[in-house]
């Protein structure tokens, strides 16, 4: 089955203490991207990729690392997290960024920092 | 400064009405503008518009981009309940970037 995969779905951690959140799609996608949701400031994106090793900045990348070493993950780093960065995230991936091409979502991750 | 503008907010409907959600962007180097519907779990895509004029149809929902105007309008004939969600409008720019709207929130009552 077509999907994109996150891990984990939910998690509660501390000021400072280093995290990540992987995304995996096995559908050879190359554009992946990384989103957070916030009630009244709609979906922001962080960080994106065009392909393996191509990565960049989207609205709101400060606080956040991503890295594409292979087509498939696009891993979100937290190197010192803070509570400002309490959200839900979304991953998504589609073939290129192309009218032709559906981009599908993984189902979020609820992240907590207290 | 890129933005995406989505009106109503809200809005809240009975069954079988036809409602008009409205996106207006101003991004650089416009490549193409997405819907999402998007029902407590994560946004499915709908529709993708790069040419004015095109209206794209699926089932109840059809949409069209105005690119002189920069707005696209998202239509959905005979409502039911299980349209009821937050519907997303994204711009994608030349260089893979995606700007959201807030969101319209539609509640479609019995």
């Known amino acids: 089955e077509a999907q994109v995969t996150q891990n984990p779905r939910y998690l509660i951690t501390v000021t400072g203490k280093k995290l990540t959140v992987t995304c995996s799609q096995n559908?050879?996608?190359?554009?992946m991207s990384w989103y957070r949701q916030d009630p009244g400031l709609g979906l922001r994106q962080i960080y994106y990729s065009m392909n393996v090793e191509v990565t960049d900045k989207g609205d709101v990348p400060e606080g956040y690392k991503v890295s594409r070493k292979e087509k498939r993950n696009f891993p979100l780093i937290l190197e010192s997290p803070s509570p400002n960065q309490t959200s839900l995230y979304f991953c998504?991936?589609?073939?290129?960024?192309?009218?032709?091409?559906?981009?599908?979502f993984g189902p979020g991750t609820r992240l907590t920092v207290l | 400064e890129d933005k995406v503008v989505q009106s109503p907010l809200s809005l809240v409907v009975h069954e079988g009405d036809t409602v008009t959600l409205n996106c207006s962007y101003e991004v650089t180097n416009f490549r193409s503008l997405l819907w999402y519907k998007q029902e407590k779990k994560a946004p499915t895509f709908l529709f993708m518009l790069?040419?004015?004029?095109i209206e794209k149809k699926s089932g109840r929902l059809s949409s069209i981009l105005d690119k002189k105007e920069l707005f696209s309008i998202l239509n959905i004939t005979a409502t039911q309940t299980g349209d009821s969600a937050v519907y997303l409008c994204?711009?994608?720019?030349?260089?893979?970037?995606?700007?959201f709207g807030q969101g319209t929130e539609l509640s479609v009552k019995p």
């Open positions: 994204a711009v994608n720019n030349q260089g893979g970037k995606l700007i």
């Open positions: 998504a991936s589609s073939l290129r960024l192309d009218p032709r091409d559906t981009q599908y």
């Open positions: 790069t040419s004015s004029g």
């Open positions: 559908m050879n996608h190359e554009y």
